[in-house]
């Protein structure tokens, strides 16, 4: 088992940036890749990024390319989203996932473990 909290979200204006961690706890975390989703009201869950278990491979939605980074520390056992110059259509509930011993996949359905998510909210 693998217990997931994510935190750093908030309130913040456009332009603006934020860093979500996701803390794991039960299992070494080098033995997952790490996945960012987020969902938006009304609106299903859709992939941000992932990285693999060692963060030799990253990939990213085009809708945040160039603006999100993604990465880890795996002596803390955690994860990061680095938010930069936000939009409003970035507000949503952020979650991270892990997935066991598998390459990085943007597909939800894949993964083994979720966090409770953090909301993020980007005022215009």
């Known amino acids: 088992q693998v217990q997931l909290v994510e935190s750093g979200g908030g309130l913040v204006q456009a332009g603006g940036s934020l860093r979500l961690s996701c803390a794991a706890s039960g299992r070494t975390l080098s033995m997952y890749a790490m996945g960012w989703f987020r969902q938006a009201p009304g609106k299903e869950r859709e992939f941000v990024a992932v990285?693999?278990?060692?963060?030799?491979?990253?990939r990213y939605a085009d809708s945040v390319k160039g603006r999100f980074t993604i990465s880890r520390d795996n002596a803390k056992n955690t994860g990061y989203l680095q938010m930069n110059s936000l939009k409003p259509e970035d507000t949503a509930i952020y979650y991270c996932a892990a997935d066991f011993m598998a390459p990085a996949t943007l597909v939800p359905n894949e993964y083994d473990y979720w966090g409770q998510g953090t909301q993020v909210t980007v005022s215009s």
């Open positions: 990285i693999s278990q060692n963060g030799g491979t990253t």
